[in-house]
C-alpha cells in the first residue's frame, strides 16, 4: 500500500471510534427512540417491530350474558370508538386502540397512558366513546406535596407536558390510566422497551456504520486519480539523475486541477501533455473491510436476541453444529402485550359498571373478556392437534376457524354465506362427487341420502373397522380412526 492509499484509507475509517452514548434521561430516551421509526438504517427494527404489533392485534369481544347488551357493547361501542376523530388520522374501533396502545408499549417510550376525552349514551348505557392513548414521552413528574409523615409507593404527580400549558393527569377523577408494563410500580419513569432490551445500542452501531459507508461513497471520487512524476529509476541514475522539487509537483498538481476544472464547467477538451516519466493511476480504494457484513452480524443477532428471537446452538455430530433461532421469547412477548391491552378493556369495564348503577341486574352478572390469538406462529402439527380437539368436541366451531383461517376469513362471515347459500339453494346446485360424501356431508344429509337410497350406507353399525378402507385422512388414522368412527355413531344415533 502506497503512502497516499494509507492517508486516504486513515481519512476514511476516522471517526468510525466514536463512543456509542445511550442517554440516561427518559426524555432523551423516548426522542432518540423516534429516529427508528423516521428512518431505521438496520432494516430489521422497524420490521419486527411492526409485525409484533401486527401479530397482537386480534379480535376483541364482550360477552355478558345479555343480547341486548352484548350487542350495546360489542356492535355499537367497540366498533365505534373515536367516531368522532373520523379523518383526523385516528383509526375508528377497538382495533386502532389496540394498535395505538402497542405501539406505545413497544415502539414508542413504553408508558402507555389512556385519557378518556368523551363519554356518550348509547342504548341506556353511559359509555366512554373518546379514548386517546398520549404520547408517553411527553409525560413529565413531579412529586407530590403530602404533609403526611412516611414514604408513600406511589409518590408522583404526572402531568402532559411542562410550564403553563401542562395537564395535571388524575386517574382518580376517572379520565386517565397510566400503565407501567416494563418497571416497577414505585419507579418515576419506565425504561422504553428498545432501550431496556438493548435494541437501541446495537441498532445505533449499525447506524454509525452505515453512515460511515455513505460518507467513504461520497469521498471515494476526489481520490481516484493518482499522479506520479517522476520514476526511481531516474533518481538512481549514475549519471543525469533526475528528482523533482516540490515545487515541480505542485505545478503538476495545479495543472491537473485545471484541467478537471475545465471538464466540469464544459468547457472543450482539456489534453495534457507531458514527459515519458508521468503516469497517471486511478485508485480504487480496497473497501471490502467497510463492507463486510461481520460488521453488522454481532449487532443484528444482538437486535434479534431483544427481541426474543433466541440463537441456539445445537450440536450436530463430532465435527458439525447448526444454529438455530427459538423465537418462543418473542412469542411470549407478544403474548404478554395482549394480556397488557386486555386489562385495559377491564379496567374501562369496570369503570362502565360504576358510571351505569341503575344497571343493577347486568351489572352484578360476570362480564368476560374474549380476545382472539397470535395465529402467525400455528404450526400444521399444532393446526392437526386442534383439528382434533375439534373433532371430539373440546374446541368451538368458531375458536377453530379464527385460528386455522389466519385472518383469510372469518366465523361469522362464513355463517352468513353459508345461510345464503341455503336461502338461495345453491349447495343444491353443487354436488359432491361420490368419494367426497364421506368428507363433505354432514351426518343429517347422509341419513337423508339413506332414506332416497341415492348412495349406500357408508358407515357398518355392527362393526367398527379401524383400517383405512374407506380413505380416512391421515388425522383419522391409527388411534384416531376408532374416535372418528365411535363418535360418527354416536351422532347418527341422536339424529335418528
Known amino acids: 500500500m502506497t503512502q497516499g492509499q494509507l492517508l486516504m484509507k486513515i481519512a476514511m475509517l476516522s471517526g468510525i471510534g466514536e463512543k456509542t452514548y445511550v442517554p440516561l434521561d427518559f426524555h432523551e430516551r423516548a426522542a432518540v427512540i423516534k429516529r427508528i421509526s ?99 414521552g411527553s409525560v413529565y413528574a413531579r412529586k407530590q406535596e403530602s404533609k403526611n409523615e412516611g414514604v408513600k409507593l406511589l409518590n408522583y404527580d ?71 512524476k517522476g520514476a526511481p529509476e531516474l533518481e538512481l541514475a549514475e549519471e543525469n539523475a533526475v528528482s523533482y522539487k516540490p515545487e515541480h509537483l505542485e505545478a503538476t498538481y495545479k495543472k491537473f486541477e485545471s484541467l478537471i476544472e475545465k471538464m466540469a464547467t464544459g468547457q472543450k477538451l482539456p489534453i495534457n501533455v507531458t514527459n515519458w516519466d508521468e503516469q497517471i493511476k486511478h485508485l480504487i480504494p480496497d473497501l471490502e473491510a467497510m463492507f463486510k457484513q461481520t460488521l453488522f452480524s454481532n449487532a443484528e443477532k444482538a437486535i434479534l436476541a431483544g427481541f426474543g428471537f433466541i440463537d441456539i446452538i445445537q450440536g450436530v455430530g463430532s465435527n ?40 343493577v341486574k347486568l351489572i352484578l352478572k360476570p362480564w368476560n373478556i374474549d380476545m382472539g390469538v397470535n395465529t402467525e406462529f400455528i404450526t400444521d402439527k399444532l393446526a392437526d392437534q386442534l383439528k382434533n380437539m375439534r373433532d371430539r368436541g373440546a374446541l368451538s366451531e368458531r375458536t377453530y376457524t379464527d385460528i386455522i383461517s389466519r385472518e383469510l376469513t372469518d366465523y361469522d362471515k362464513e355463517m352468513r354465506l353459508l345461510n345464503q347459500e341455503k336461502e338461495s339453494k345453491e349447495t343444491e346446485i353443487i354436488v359432491p362427487k ?23 350406507p357408508i358407515i357398518d353399525n355392527k362393526k367398527v373397522d379401524t383400517t383405512n378402507k374407506e380413505g380416512l385422512t391421515d388425522d383419522k388414522k391409527g388411534p384416531e380412526a376408532k374416535d372418528y368412527k365411535t363418535s360418527a355413531l354416536k351422532g347418527e344415533k341422536e339424529n335418528e
Open 434 to 456: 361420490p368419494t367426497q360424501v364421506q368428507d363433505l356431508l354432514t351426518l343429517q344429509q347422509i341419513k337423508d341420502a339413506k332414506k332416497q337410497g341415492k348412495i349406500a
Open 38 to 136: 423516521e428512518s431505521d438504517s438496520s432494516g430489521l427494527v422497524n420490521t419486527l417491530g411492526n409485525f409484533q404489533v401486527d401479530c397482537a392485534t386480534v379480535d376483541i369481544k364482550i360477552n355478558t350474558g345479555s343480547v341486548a347488551l352484548d350487542s350495546a357493547l360489542n356492535n355499537d361501542w367497540l366498533a365505534n370508538i373515536n367516531k368522532q376523530y373520523r379523518g383526523y388520522g385516528i383509526e375508528r374501533g377497538v382495533k386502532g386502540l389496540e394498535k395505538e396502545y402497542y405501539k406505545e408499549r413497544w415502539l414508542g417510550a413504553s408508558f402507555p397512558i389512556l385519557k378518556i376525552v368523551d363519554w356518550e349514551e348509547i342504548n341506556g348505557f353511559n359509555l366512554p366513546t373518546g379514548l386517546l392513548f398520549v404520547d408517553g
Open 320 to 359: 458439525r453444529k447448526e444454529s438455530i433461532i427459538n423465537p418462543r421469547a418473542f412469542i411470549r412477548e407478544i403474548d404478554s402485550g395482549m394480556r397488557g391491552f386486555k386489562l385495559v378493556i377491564s379496567d374501562l369495564l369496570e369503570l362502565i359498571k360504576e358510571k351505569n348503577p341503575g344497571k
Open 158 to 228: 404526572y402531568c402532559l407536558g411542562q410550564g403553563s400549558d401542562q395537564e395535571v393527569i388524575n386517574p382518580k377523577k376517572d379520565t386517565h390510566f397510566i400503565y407501567k408494563p416494563y418497571t416497577r410500580w414505585y419507579v418515576r419513569y419506565p425504561s422504553p422497551y428498545y432501550i431496556a432490551k438493548g435494541i437501541y445500542k446495537n441498532w445505533l452501531i449499525i447506524d454509525k456504520i452505515k453512515n460511515k459507508e455513505l460518507d467513504i461513497v461520497s469521498q471515494i471520487i476526489p481520490y481516484l486519480m493518482h499522479v506520479i
